[in-house]
């Protein structure tokens, strides 16, 4: 019903930026909130930040005043600029959303995870 797709992780020094983006497709009618995620290697999924279909934000504080969430509800996108990389930043980063879809129900879905690295 719902498909996301991440894209433009990769390997970047420690101080550096990457922009990551996740793109919705499917039987949308209207996407509400739309969340970043990570999860390193041997720790749990912890949420990044989050964004509400009006553009409200919100983040956590290990990642305030250097990742910004906005989105393109035009392209049905989201994108989490990345600022002042550190390498505890490494991790996979998932989208999530939820939408209602064109048969009106509402959906929470995942996307596959793009790798980002911070090396010191």
């Known amino acids: 019903q719902v498909q996301l797709v991440e894209s433009g992780g990769g390997l970047v020094q420690a101080g550096g930026s990457l922009r990551l983006s996740c793109a919705a497709s499917?039987?949308?009618?209207?996407?509400?909130?739309m969340d970043w995620y990570r999860q390193a290697p041997g720790k749990q999924r912890e949420l990044v930040g989050t964004?509400?279909?009006?553009?409200?934000?919100n983040y956590a504080d290990s990642v305030k005043g250097r990742f910004t969430i906005s989105r393109d509800n035009a392209k049905k996108t989201v994108y989490l600029q990345m600022s002042s990389l550190k390498p505890e930043d490494t991790a996979v980063y998932y989208c999530?959303?939820?939408?209602?879809?064109?048969?009106?129900?509402?959906?929470?879905?995942w996307g596959q995870g793009t790798q980002v690295t911070v090396s010191s």
């Open positions: 999530n959303a939820e939408a209602t879809t064109i048969a009106r129900s509402v959906v929470n879905t």
């Open positions: 499917g039987s949308i009618f209207s996407i509400n909130t």
């Open positions: 964004i509400t279909k009006g553009g409200g934000t």
